[in-house]
């Protein structure tokens, strides 16, 4: 009833059936949270934010993802290098065959968006890749991705969530770290205590490195971090690897991706002897909003906050993760994709396809 109103507002047909069709989660989303008291309890989230990069044909905001362009001078770099950051280090690399979710990408090799960090200097600055989220809005939730990074010694790949640069959630790799034994990923929380040490979190709580269990380079796994106040408990593949209590950040801001190296012995290494990529097959965030607009959003959407029964289970990703259609088939409000292949379920193949209309309706109903 109260959908078929809002559809009264002069929207097109087609985008008022694409919101009828996804409404779902309405109510937002939830996982299940164990502390380390084993305690458990439901974490609900009003906001989704997913990215299916194994069938996008490009990377822009319309997938929700903007490639930035910009250079670093040597001299501001702390490193030996500038960096350069630029739209050709960005590429698409979608499913060859659209109609599936595993396979070769169309340019050969893991599909998805890779980063790229060459081998070649552009002047004194080494050309690498970023991309940033558009929702700036973050405030507070899970923030996942799935990515493949290569063992080209000398750069740093990143996903992370930045408000400034004392207000930072980082998983960082290094790939001069990965051998035989070592695969070694860096969890980092830039707080003033960092930025009072030059930016080097490495004295500070927020600093943390773990060996995982899998070398990064052989496959895709989901690196995760959940942020609420207080408290960051960071994951890979659903195994909890580390809480972090202090200097938590408090204020919104949004994600990013990137890869990227300046030389410098100490952090990223480099250059890479040969181009350097990293491939996101996924990204999937459940948060909270700042922004009261979503929030009146959320209130009209959500009547009934107590209604559990529009609040969407978000599933565990408890091994790596063999594509983007695991392990996050919420039926998300926002969701960036366009896919032949569909969802799993022949249910959620309507709502998967239809989600990138609302997407685009729902700052409008
Ligand atoms: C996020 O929003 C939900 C729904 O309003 C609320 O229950 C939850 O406490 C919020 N979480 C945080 C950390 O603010
Ligand atoms: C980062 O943001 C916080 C909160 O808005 C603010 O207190 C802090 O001074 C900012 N830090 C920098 C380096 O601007
Ligand atoms: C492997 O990498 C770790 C971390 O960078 C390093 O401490 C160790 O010496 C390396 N081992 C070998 C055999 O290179
Ligand atoms: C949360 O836990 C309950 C009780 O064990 C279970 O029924 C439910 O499926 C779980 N939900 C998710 C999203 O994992
Ligand atoms: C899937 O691939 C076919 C053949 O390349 C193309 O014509 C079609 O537009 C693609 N569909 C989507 C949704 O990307």
Redesign the pocket.
């Known amino acids: 009833m109260r959908q078929s109103l809002q559809c009264g507002r002069g929207l097109v047909l087609a985008a008022c059936l694409a919101t009828l069709a996804s409404a779902a989660c309405e109510c937002g989303y939830y996982y299940n949270s164990t502390s380390t008291a084993g305690i458990t309890s439901r974490q609900v989230w009003t906001d989704a934010f997913e990215t299916d990069f194994l069938h996008a044909p490009k990377i822009n905001g319309d997938m929700g993802w903007r490639p930035q362009v910009y250079t670093v001078p040597s001299e501001k770099a702390r490193g030996t290098f500038g960096k350069d950051a630029a739209l050709e280090n960005v590429i698409a690399n979608p499913l060859k065959d659209n109609k599936t979710w595993t396979g070769e990408g169309a340019n050969g090799g893991d599909a998805g968006a890779q980063l790229l960090v060459r081998s070649q200097l552009k002047g004194d600055a080494i050309p690498m890749a970023e991309i940033v989220g558009i929702r700036d809005d973050m405030l507070y939730g899970s923030f996942r991705v799935s990515m493949k990074i290569n063992d080209i010694p000398g750069s740093c790949a990143a996903f992370f969530f930045y408000h400034n640069d004392t207000q930072e959630i980082d998983i960082e790799f ?1 790939t ?7 695969n ?1 990923i860096n969890l980092i929380s830039q707080s003033p205590a960092s930025a009072d040490a030059g930016f080097d979190a490495s004295g500070t709580p927020g600093f943390k490195t773990y060996n995982l269990p899998f070398k990064p380079y052989e496959g895709f796994h989901e690196y995760r971090f959940d942020w609420s106040p207080g408290l960051i408990t960071y994951y890979a593949d659903n195994q909890k690897l580390y809480e972090l209590t202090v200097d938590v950040p408090d204020s919104p801001g949004h994600l990013v991706l990137n890869h990227w190296s300046n030389g410098d012995p100490k952090w990223s290494g480099g250059p890479p002897t040969a181009d350097s990529t990293m491939t996101v097959s996924y990204v999937k965030a459940y948060f909270n909003s700042s922004n009261p607009d979503a929030g009146s959003q959320f209130d009209k959407r959500c009547p009934d906050p107590g209604d559990v029964s529009k609040i969407c289970g978000i599933p565990d990703q408890n091994t790596p993760p063999p594509d983007a259609s695991q392990g996050g088939d919420t039926g998300a409000q926002t969701t960036f994709l366009t896919s032949a292949a569909g969802r799993r379920s022949p249910v959620g193949w309507s709502l998967w396809s239809v989600a990138i209309f609302s997407a685009v309706v729902f700052s409008t109903c």
């Not at 001069?176 to 070592?182: G, H, L």
Request: charged letters at 35%; proline letters at 0%.
């Open positions: 290094l001069r770290e990965f051998n035989e034994t070592s070694l």
